[in-house]
């Protein structure tokens, strides 16, 4: 059964950085996607970032040029660094993979105090 956990979250000021972590288990085959979404209370969860087992990235708006994804595809991890953080970047950040089905980490709240 494939397991997502991650971790790094936490209580920052605004202009700081946090780096998110996440590691897979009990893969069998290959992760296509490995990726960060969030969610805030009362809305629906979107997309951070996401990496390709090809090493392509895809950021949404608000996550460019201040957030880098990367990837580890020998230990199934991906991590994501977060720069310049701002107030409206607080969220839960859930890790996602994909393989033949999608599975979801346990999240982690990011707070950014202004």
């Known amino acids: 059964q494939v397991q997502l956990v991650s971790s790094g979250g936490g209580l920052v000021q605004a202009g700081e950085s946090l780096r998110l972590s996440c590691a897979a288990s009990g893969v069998i085959g290959s992760i296509y996607i490995m990726g960060w979404y969030r969610q805030t209370p009362g809305k629906q969860r979107e997309l951070v970032a996401t990496?390709?087992?090809?090493?392509?990235?895809n950021y949404a708006d608000a996550a460019q040029g201040r957030f880098t994804i990367s990837r580890d595809g020998a230990k199934n991890t991906v991590s994501l660094q977060m720069d310049s953080l701002k107030p409206e970047d607080t969220a839960v950040y859930y890790c996602?993979?994909?393989?033949?089905?999608?599975?979801w980490g346990q999240g982690t709240q990011v707070t950014v105090s202004s």
């Open positions: 996602y993979a994909r393989l033949a089905e999608i599975y």
């Open positions: 990496v390709n087992s090809g090493g392509d990235t």
